[in-house]
């Protein structure tokens, strides 16, 4: 409740636009109040009613468009969009940076380097249909053919940069925003939104990246190249599609993921690595990657390296649905992954399998599942439902498989190496597709 007695009321970005709230994302308390009076005219907490905010930006909103953007999609709109960024950063308490609907044409990253720091879009929030197809109806970012790093640190279209600010960076991020990177030449490198340094209490919502060709980029990434990296992320309702490298790649601690999906992705669909421990994936989907649905390697031991999965699916990646993978002979790297769904995985064939775990892994797997599909490799993939491999560090320390269903081709297991310790009780099927009239088998051993 706020001073006004109103309650977290929203605050007008423009007559017509979206709404967002102050409160919620400067986390300031007199901030809060200072903008609910300024909007409403009601009274502060000392019971005095102050004047009528003059501006936007008075209020703690910035509009790109008063600094010059055309949002036409030909003019270059870089200069613009960066000095309401600047605007926000000279503000104490930060600001929002709205961006109305409208196609903006950027030629440079786009580079905040301070706090309490929110970029925010207008339109549908992004959904599971594709890049692209909310053009005209919401805030695009579509780098244009000469669009270069320059003197930025990293290149990203959007780069939170704490390295640059010298300081750690936090309460920041981006909502409704779709980039493009179409018009980019195959040869540029251009992640889609990226964080550098220290950047803390970090999200992305809402958002798409699309159609990144270079295969060194990423769609969402948390740069891991210098530490300390990104803490406290929030990942939620994002689509990352059809870039040439990882859709997410992803390397910050204590990581909330919900409802994102990447898809046709040249590299991993989402890719957790590095120092990214204490993390939870839920509801996420990853499909048609050129690599594997989900890739996880956090070796940094039992507490560090703890990742969890529920309720994530994949389909028709073309390795692995699920690799957990430690490179650290030293560690154990725990992974606990509940309801997920792992369906026709292992297009390029070989040892793929709906999960692979390779190296010194601890795995806890319960009610999950491994299906055949027939579309890609009409014999059906994956061969396996799981293989089991130390891969030249050390085998699995521990494999708990407790309910589902796996269906595979050749196997159940393609037992490479044998786990430390297993206990399993599962149903299978393999050699076919499984349908009603054929019956599975209790499995109890890998």
Known sequence: MLADGRG???????????????????????????????????????????????????????????????????ADDTSAIQSAIAAAQQNQYGGVVYLPIGQYVVTAPLVIAGSNILILGDGPLATMGGAGQNDGKSTTIKPGAKWAQGSATQPACILFDAVTAGISVSRCGVERLTILGSDLPPGRQMHGIATYGNVGAFSITGCIVGSIANKSSSGITNTASYWPTAQGSSIIRNLVQNVGGDGFDLASGDLTMEHCHAQGCRGNGISITARAGDTRIANCRSDLSGLNGFYINVPFGQYLGMVQLANCSTQRNLENGIKIINTASDKISPVYLTGCVFQGDGRGGSSTAGIRLSGPVMATISGCGVHVNTVDVRSGVPLYAITVASDGVSPPVMLSMLGGFYNAITAFCDKIDTPITSDIRVYTYTGSQWNYNKTPTLTTEI
């Open 8 to 74: 977290d009321d929203p605050v007008p970005a423009e007559p017509g636009k979206a709404l967002t709230t102050r409160r919620r994302f400067l986390g300031k308390a007199a901030g809060a109040v200072a903008v609910s009076a300024a909007v409403a005219g009601g009274a502060d907490a000392a019971g005095t009613t102050p004047r009528q905010a003059s501006s936007p930006s008075e209020r703690g909103i910035y509009n790109a468009k008063d600094y010059g953007a055309r949002g036409n999609g030909s």
